[in-house]
């Protein structure tokens, strides 16, 4: 549990990914704090846990809607859903994310980090833009530093970013093919991606209030922290979670961007924890963010 959060009674919260780690705790202290927690949940039984962690809040406000984010299909029914639901949104954070470590394609044939860490993303930012302006919503994107370096082991070298190069791309299932697939930079790439599409949403959103923001939480004992880990490393795991933030503190990050009165009206922004950072290049270049939302428009349109 964080420290305090301002009162959040009758706010309405979309939290992806909070059937683990840090969504789990971000889910909770919002719980506490007064909002109506929404979430979606592919895995029942991890709901229901999700429903013991939180408590007796839960049955009046946590709402679980089911579905897989990878899918195009859940990802607007997801959305349909909430926008029935509800009239308006305060807080949107783009929590749910993994990383596998094999070449692996989502149900509509596009490269999972692309469809979970970047699509579901951009898909609940666009599919709830009325209620989120209605509501002057805050949207918090939980990204990855990886973006702005994918060695796994940084003690040779200079950092190396994440690219993302669109030109030719002519639909996303492109992105990340078999050949050449390093899982570290195709889940650094999306993470990209959802931190660009971000900056690009975010002027036009901002004409309603809502602001776009992403980060870093740090480098945080979870579960996807064991398919983070160089196989090398292995033996080693137990001891390499004790040396990392708890999910706790990892999710201070995301809450404080999403509720801290300090943080009104800024937008566009990229976080390392508490610090603002910056992004590789490619992410600002106006060419390739409107040709990342083009491809992402067409991907939804289907
Ligand atoms: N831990 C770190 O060091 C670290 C560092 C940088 C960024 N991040 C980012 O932080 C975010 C939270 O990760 P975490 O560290 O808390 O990891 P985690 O414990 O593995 O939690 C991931 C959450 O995403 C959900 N999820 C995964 N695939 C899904 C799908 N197809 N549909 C719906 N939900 C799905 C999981 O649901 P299930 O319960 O069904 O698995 C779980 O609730 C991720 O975006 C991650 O990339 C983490």
């Not at 420290?3 to 059937?19: E, F, N, P, S, Y």
């Not at 846990?49 to 408590?55: D, K, N, Q, S, Y």
């Not at 975010?202 to 740090?218: E, K, R, S, W």
């Amino acid at each position: 549990m964080n420290a305090a959060i301002l009162d959040l009674t009758r706010k309405v919260a979309v939290v992806t990914g909070a059937t683990g780690g840090m969504g789990q705790v971000i889910a909770a202290d919002l719980v506490r704090a007064g909002a109506h927690v929404v979430t979606v949940a592919r895995d029942p039984a991890r709901a229901d846990a999700l429903r013991a962690h939180i408590g007796p809040q839960a049955a009046s406000r946590l709402d679980v809607i089911s579905g897989d984010l990878s899918r195009r299909a859940d990802v607007v029914t997801a959305a349909e859903t909430i926008v029935d639901r509800y009239d308006r949104i305060h807080i949107l954070i783009n929590n749910a994310g993994a990383h596998f470590s094999e070449h692996r394609v989502s149900a509509d044939g596009i490269e999972m980090h692309i469809a979970l860490d970047y699509l579901a993303a951009y898909g609940l930012t666009t599919l709830l833009a009325v209620p989120l302006r209605r509501g002057r919503a805050r949207v918090v994107n939980v990204a990855s530093d990886t973006l702005n370096d994918t060695r796994q082991v940084k003690l040779i070298g200079k950092p190396r970013p994440a690219t993302l190069d669109l030109a030719g791309i002519d639909d996303l299932a492109e992105l990340n093919p078999v050949a050449g697939f390093a899982p570290f930079e195709a889940y650094a790439r999306a993470k990209l991606m959802t931190v660009t599409a971000g900056y690009a949403l975010a002027p036009d959103l901002a004409a309603d209030g809502v602001t776009v923001n992403a980060l870093h939480p740090g480098i945080v004992a979870t579960d996807i922290i064991d398919t983070l880990v160089p196989p090398l490393l292995r033996p080693v795991r137990p001891l390499i979670r004790r040396s990392l933030l708890t999910p706790t503190e990892g999710a201070k990050s995301a809450t404080r961007i999403a509720t801290d009165p300090a943080m009104a009206g800024i937008t566009g922004r990229y976080f390392v924890r508490e610090t603002e950072s910056s992004t590789p290049p490619v992410s600002y270049d106006p060419t390739t963010q409107q040709r990342l939302l083009a491809l992402s428009q067409t991907h939804f349109a289907r």
